[in-house]
C-alpha cells in the first residue's frame, strides 16, 4: 500500500513538473516578438533609449539660443540670491518640453524659467537617431 501510495505521488510531482515546465515555454514563447523574420534594426531600434541623461555641464555647451534671465528689481532690494535648479527635458529638436522647479529662491523661480523655457540646443543623436534629453540646469542669480 505504501509503495503505491508512493508511486502515485511520485508520479503527480512528475506530472506537475511537466505541467509548470510547459507554461513557462507558453509564456517565454508569448513574450518573444510575433514576427521571427523582423530585421535586426527595428529590433535595435526598439532596444534604443529614447531619452538620455546628460549632466549640465555637458548640455551647456550644446546651447544654441540664450535668453538672460531677468533679475527682480523687489528680489535685488531684498538682497536675494543664489542658485535655482531646474530639471529640463529637450524634445529631439532641442527645445524644451518640459521645466520643473528643483530647489533655489523662490522669488527668482518664475523668472528663470521664463528664461530656460526659450533656450534651444542642438539636437543629440544616438547611432543616427535624434533623441530626447534630460538634465539639470542651474540659472545662478548674484548680486555682484
Not at 523668472?111 to 539639470?136: C, F, H, K
Request: zero cysteines.
Amino acid at each position: 500500500m505504501r509503495s503505491r501510495t508512493a508511486a502515485l505521488a511520485f508520479l503527480l510531482a512528475l506530472s506537475f513538473a511537466a505541467t509548470v515546465r510547459s507554461q513557462d515555454r507558453s509564456t517565454t514563447a508569448e513574450s518573444k516578438p510575433q514576427d521571427q523574420n523582423a530585421a535586426p534594426d527595428s529590433q535595435a531600434s526598439a532596444a534604443r533609449p529614447k531619452r538620455l541623461r546628460v549632466g549640465g555641464n555637458v548640455m551647456s555647451k550644446k546651447k544654441v539660443h540664450n535668453v538672460a534671465p531677468e533679475y527682480p528689481f523687489s528680489a535685488k532690494a531684498r538682497g536675494i540670491q543664489g542658485t535655482v535648479l531646474l530639471h529640463m527635458v529637450l524634445d529631439v529638436d532641442g527645445k524644451v518640453e518640459e521645466l520643473q522647479y528643483i530647489s533655489g529662491p523662490k522669488e527668482l523661480m518664475k523668472p528663470a524659467m521664463d528664461a530656460v523655457r526659450q533656450w534651444r540646443y542642438s539636437p543629440t543623436t544616438l547611432n543616427g537617431q535624434p533623441v530626447e534629453i534630460e538634465t539639470q540646469v542651474a540659472v545662478t542669480y548674484s548680486l555682484n
